[in-house]
């Protein structure tokens, strides 16, 4: 392991420092909320003179992660480190130490990786399982943006139509035309990383369980069927099967399912806006069998 222990509480403060200190200085990128079924969704046009050198570089950047992006040792399993390129501020990633593909399903450890930095501050964490999900890396990683999401929107995009779910135990979203599955999480679980791991583990394989997909065994390695989307904060889990990347070519990950998309040129920008964003998600995804019993 490395020198950099986490303390508790100081996990936001090391990620804010060196995010200012290695982040390029330059233009904001273009944001536009567009309005869809009740929701303020975000559009954000990428600028193209910032390559992303993690999609291009044919070494793997996890194995050996820059010393210089290294937030914390989370496990004897895990580190937390920064990444360089993303287009918002303070954008966490956390990553096994030995290889292991993306398409495997989740551990164990990678929730109680996940919830030691979840403990910290408000946050939603994310998993994209596979290229078909939006992964840009073979090498697994979830990733952690802090909340609120964006000023002039709720906590996460989506929560005007997540709040319809939250009374609701094991569910869906009423609103969401394709196929998932949806869950209330307690908050109070925060408190202690290993129990808040164990719960959102057992969660995880029962809404994989609900779209017909395996549920992980606990120390045994599963390579998922299906490529999917899961999303969680501290109040709520969300899992989407996916059926393709790209919606006309514009590629579509975990933050699309929150309500924020990434589009290169203006051309893709009205592409999403014309096509309707719920509807955009739709034809992503895998149409709704209506198999739960609500």
């Not at 995010?19 to 009740?38: C, M, N, T």
């Not at 719960?199 to 606990?218: D, V």
Request: hydrophobic share 40%; charged share 20%; glycine share 6%.
């Amino acid at each position: 392991m490395s020198t950099h222990k986490l303390v508790p509480g100081t996990l936001q403060g090391r990620v804010t420092e060196l995010s200012k200190r290695i982040r390029k200085q330059g233009r904001e990128p273009y944001r536009e909320l567009v309005e869809d079924a009740g929701v303020r969704f975000l559009l954000t046009l990428l600028d193209q003179t910032e390559k992303r050198k993690e999609q291009t570089n044919a070494e793997n950047p996890f194995l050996h992660p820059d010393p210089e992006l290294i937030i914390a040792d989370l496990s004897e399993t895990h580190l937390a480190i920064l990444n360089r390129y993303s287009v918002w501020e303070n954008h966490l990633l956390i990553i096994t130490r030995a290889f292991e593909p993306q398409e495997m399903l989740l551990t164990l450890a990678d929730f109680e990786a996940l919830w030691i930095c979840m403990r910290e501050y408000e946050a939603i964490g994310f998993y994209n399982g596979g290229r078909d999900a939006g992964a840009s890396q073979a090498h697994k990683h979830l990733q952690l943006l802090p909340l609120p999401f964006f000023p002039k929107l709720p906590s996460v995009p989506i929560e005007p139509l997540v709040s319809e779910a939250l009374e609701k135990g094991l569910s869906t979203i009423p609103r969401f035309s394709f196929l998932h599955t949806f869950a209330p999480l307690n908050r109070n679980i925060t408190s202690d990383p290993q129990t808040a791991a164990r719960i959102c583990f057992k969660l995880y394989g029962s809404l994989l369980g609900r779209l017909g997909m395996p549920a992980p065994l606990q120390g045994v390695p599963m390579k998922q069927v299906m490529p999917y989307n899961l999303l969680l904060t501290r109040d709520w889990m969300l899992l989407a099967p996916r059926s393709r990347e790209c919606f006309n070519g514009i590629s579509l990950n975990s933050l699309a399912y929150a309500g924020s998309f990434y589009v290169q040129n203006r051309e893709e920008l009205d592409l999403l806006k014309g096509a309707g964003l719920l509807q955009v998600l739709a034809s992503v995804s895998l149409p709704d069998r209506k198999a739960f019993n609500e």
